[in-house]
């Protein structure tokens, strides 16, 4: 028998067919699992096509590769060339490997000397981990443009959603048509940025949380990225993904290759919410995944607290208000460290100040262990001050062009972590300190975009991009049970190449929790809470002038990795009774929020937000009822819980473990003080909600009787 030209990757109800009869592997279905047997036969007739007029008349499939050479006349998945030449391939299958869960091809073109290699691998969730790579077979230099990963959209998927954003405005949602042409998302930032769209999603006409198809793609990748639907004449959609490669950054010489990042390929058949839930699977499945290490600890950051005002006196203080309020981690944040009072300078010597801290971090990291919490400190390792001795020592250790010093942005420049020299000095110096006093945790953070980053003339941000990842993961090593937050003036480097690097993310430098809750509910379509950092902010918000009430903050922050991000020492005696009865509450519902579903239901309007977490055996849940704006009506409207279990019964608590709610209204609906129903009573008909004033929420409890 010959051998099968047809692969097909299952796993929890999504296939992936994959056909190489032509000498290339051409994806026949990225999708649904309809159940498909025979699949030889089927396949061929699911990709045969018309011939139409005024085109090649013996038109090929292009497969992954969409050479030009086929007749294709989209962007292919490999651009470069040798000096003007090779730059059109065209690659010949020559070999194929399958397992149970990985498909693997190897194709060649060698006349233009070139090898591409793809693998396709169907992890349990139904995420699949795409992976590329190119290598040069040939005599000379080949300069690499571009390498993207390009999966087909079937034509139902008519819609797409990404992400925009800007400093404390992180992941805006925006959805459009697929029409002609290329929507590309872009990021040359030489970071991931605020913009970035940590996944791109392609949906079915009136998708949304619950309902309908969606296709999603992300990058794991923290440097430059490419984000991009096509549409061509002939009506077919292609989405892509991969790494945005500046001018000449990647030549490859004879024999070398470049691995393309992994592309993280998950499909739904029943809503976002299905999305986050496959790649939350995925990453909670990872043996180092935080939570699988411990309880996500309650986190005090004392930035906004004290800036760059460090003082022991006040911060011994804080640390004792900490304990009084159940906090179990205290982060010291910047300004601790060489001449560092403002921001202008000492970025780049991580020595401790003699000058604010003339006993060192001992008397501070002391009272914080005695008082039972961890001790975090702020580090941003890849950054130097022009005022600071590192750049007065080294000023060839940055990211520049020729002479040309690239403009400052927070009175910072960028180190060249590809220079041997500098990687170690930082690495050097911040494994002093955690050798030196007992710190579990840092908060690492990288305030300025690059601007011609090159190391020695040569565009860098890849290799520096690898440096990171490199400088993490040794420091991990060297430290074990270290855990790093990755932040980037707030959400500035949230992606799925850096979640296997670090172990939280700090999500906005905005605590206001209006902004939060969108912020959040947009970073948790593929990071979940357990990794995002969630904090109380001050009663008045420091970055928007919003004043909240605790009760809004709280339940805000709730959901996420929770913290505090407040001067506890200007708090009143009532405060912080509340915040410990909250951090109480979260530590009694952590387990749950970091390992059950998160769920969105969809609302009527947009004045409100449900949105919860259901136990994975549906066995209890937690919900937000979360007033936006205010009401359109003078009632407001429905309160639907998504994602229980239809058939069991639950009992319904409404619950405000931090200080009250603003209620508008003579008296709420009775079920406040306790109902029992069914879970499909409460996913179809719902229960009306109280009447709250706009930015407040309350939460709801359900547990099986
Ligand atoms: C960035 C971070 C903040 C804080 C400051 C310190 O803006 O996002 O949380 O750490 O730097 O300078």
Redesign the pocket.
Known sequence: MAPSSVYQLLADGVSLIIDTSSGTPVIAHWGKDVGLEKLEDQVQAILSESIPYASIDHPKNPGVWRENSRGFLGRPALSGHRTGQDWSPLFQLKSSERTETKLSFVSEDSLAGLKVKVSYEMLPSGVILISQSVSNTGTSDYFLEELLTWLPLPDQATGTMDFTGRWVLERQPQRRQIQSGTWAREVREGRTGHDYTIVQLALTEGANYQQGEVWSTGLMWSGNSRHLVEKLPSGRSTVAAGELLLPGEMILKPGQSYEAPTVVATYSFSGIDQISDRLYRWLRARPNHPTNIRPRPITLNV?EAVYFNHNLEKLLQLADVAKEVGVERMVL??GWFGSRRD?SKGLGDWVVSKEVWPEGLKPLIDRVKSNGMEFGL?FEGEMVNADSDLYRAHPEWILKTGDRIPPEARHQQVLDLTHPGAFEHVFNQVDSILSNNEISYI?W?H?RVLTEPSHLGQAAVHNQTLAIYRMFDELKKKHPGLEIES?S??GGRIDLGMAQHVDRF?TS?SNDALERQYIQRYSQIAIPPEMLGSHIGPTVGHITGRTHKLSFRAITALFGHAGIEWDLTETNELERAQLKSWTDYYKNNRALIHSGKTVRVDQPDDSAFVHGVVAQDKSKALFAFVQLRPTGGTLPGSLRFEGLDPLAIYKVIAEQPCGPAMFMSQKSPGWLEGATLTGAALATIGLRPPILAPENAILISLEKV
Do not use: L, R, T
């Open positions: 930035w944040d910047d921001d702020w908060k953070d305030n932040c003036s707030g700090w430098d």
